[in-house]
């Protein structure tokens, strides 16, 4: 697969930003209180922003690492996805979407912290774009994908998951982030035939 520098750049702009607000956060959440981290009974109250901020935020700051480590990867395999403004539209709308859900269809998650679910649907994306220039790597990377899924919603987390981010993880996430990547997918190719 051939990265093309002018749009890796972007990405790198935006791995550096995410990272950034989010380690900014994260030890906002630390030291005073938990006001950004997605819990379902604050937003049912009307605090809205922590449908995006809870994925912002992280537990710890191995588990930054871990998220920012992911993303930048992201940035290496799908360079055209997370450039220029779009990327920031597409990251918001994977967080909302996740969130939204999460809350809809996951009621009794009471909380999460991280961006793993987001990560899992820019790699849904990624893989779906590469299908039409790079049919066999596009069908790999979607192949592993939906087998890492499918193991985590009978077995639970990937072993040593935990132990790396010294966090529980939230599978739920990573299904509705993957979910959420393919109806953007979705969407975007609608938008782009509509204005051919």
């Known amino acids: 697969m051939r990265l093309h520098r002018d749009t890796s ?39 809205l922003w922590r449908l995006i901020s809870g994925h912002l935020v992280h537990a710890g700051l191995t588990h930054w690492l871990m998220n920012m480590a992911a993303l930048g990867l992201m940035c290496l395999l799908f360079p055209t996805v997370l450039c220029g403004w779009r990327a920031v539209l597409f990251l918001f709308s994977l967080c909302l979407m996740t969130s939204l859900g999460l809350l809809l269809f996951y009621p009794q998650l009471g909380w999460f912290v991280g961006l793993s679910g987001v990560l899992h649907g820019v790699f849904a994306v990624g893989a779906l774009r590469l299908l039409a220039t790079e049919r066999l790597y596009g069908l790999l990377l979607l192949g592993l994908l939906v087998i890492k899924l499918g193991f985590e919603q009978m077995y639970g987390a990937v072993p040593g998951s935990r132990s790396m981010t010294g966090v529980g993880v939230v599978v739920e996430a990573h299904l509705v982030g993957a979910l959420s990547g393919v109806v953007c997918w979705v969407l975007a190719g ?3 035939r509509r204005r051919r």
């Open 9 to 47: 750049m972007y990405g790198w702009a935006l791995l550096g930003g995410v990272g950034a607000i989010s380690l900014a956060m994260t030890l906002v959440e630390q030291n005073l209180g938990e006001l950004f981290r997605y819990e379902r009974a604050a937003v049912l109250q009307g605090q």
């Open 190 to 192: 609608s938008i782009c």
